[in-house]
């Protein structure tokens, strides 16, 4: 298993561009989860999902977009790239019983916006 | 409201015993305690759950009380290598809106020395 896989590695934005960072697991999980982190920060929440279909706003939702139209994608859109989005982003997949949940995190993608 | 609470930084030598503690005063009876471990530049990774008493692994052991209200996460004998953020985290609740608990916070940040 490849586990979790995110791409790019490494993207320079212009402002007012716009990408799409890629998410695939292939542990057939039903729960993804998209955060970024900032230098000394913990992780925070952009998007989530609970399944194919189905996604909804974590803590930092605003200037992303997901959708789920597979179990094992899970793809991030910034529609119009802001220097403020400068960070590492991580995709997360899980498995949750409900009461036990386990996280598995991608590797990141560094995205610098100038 | 935070559902966990734990200390933002310890430091300690090389070959002693670390204990990390975090507190969870409202977890739900029957959820489970995860610790993650986070190095520099990689996303965070599991390495211990645990519902009550004491869970062991290879890497770290897991002592929860009785009244289930913290964690300690031990890690024996550390090495400069253990050098890291860990986080502790009870299971997130889904529900339209958000996902209570899906938040890493900041975690700990353990430094160790020579």
């Known amino acids: 298993n490849a586990g979790v896989t995110q791409t790019p590695k490494f993207q320079v934005l212009k402002t007012g561009q716009s990408m799409t960072l890629q998410c695939a697991q292939d542990?057939?999980?039903?729960?993804m989860s998209w955060y970024r982190q900032d230098p000394g920060m913990g992780l925070r929440l952009i998007h989530y999902?609970?399944?194919?279909?189905?996604?909804d706003q974590g803590e930092v939702p605003n200037g992303y977009n997901v959708s789920r139209s597979t179990t094992e994608d899970f793809p991030l859109r910034l529609l119009s790239a802001a220097p403020s989005q400068t960070s590492v982003y991580f995709c997360a997949s899980s498995y949750s019983t409900g009461i036990q949940e386990t996280q598995y995190f991608g590797p990141g993608t560094r995205l610098l916006v100038l | 409201l935070a559902k966990t609470t734990q200390p933002i930084s310890m430091d300690s030598y090389e070959g002693q015993e670390v204990n990390i503690t975090c507190s969870h005063n409202n977890i739900a009876t029957n959820d489970y305690i995860t610790w993650y471990q986070q190095f520099p530049s990689q996303g965070p990774r599991f390495i211990i759950q645990g519902y009550k008493t004491k869970v062991t692994n290879e890497v770290a052991s897991l002592f929860i009380p009785a009244d289930r209200k913290s964690s300690t996460l031990s890690l024996p004998r550390v090495s400069l290598s253990d050098t890291a953020v860990y986080y502790c985290l009870t299971p997130p609740r889904y529900s339209g809106g958000g996902a209570d608990g899906l938040t890493f916070g900041k975690g700990t940040h353990l430094i160790i020395q020579p």
């Open positions: 542990m057939n999980h039903e729960y």
């Open positions: 999902s609970v399944g194919a279909g189905i996604t």
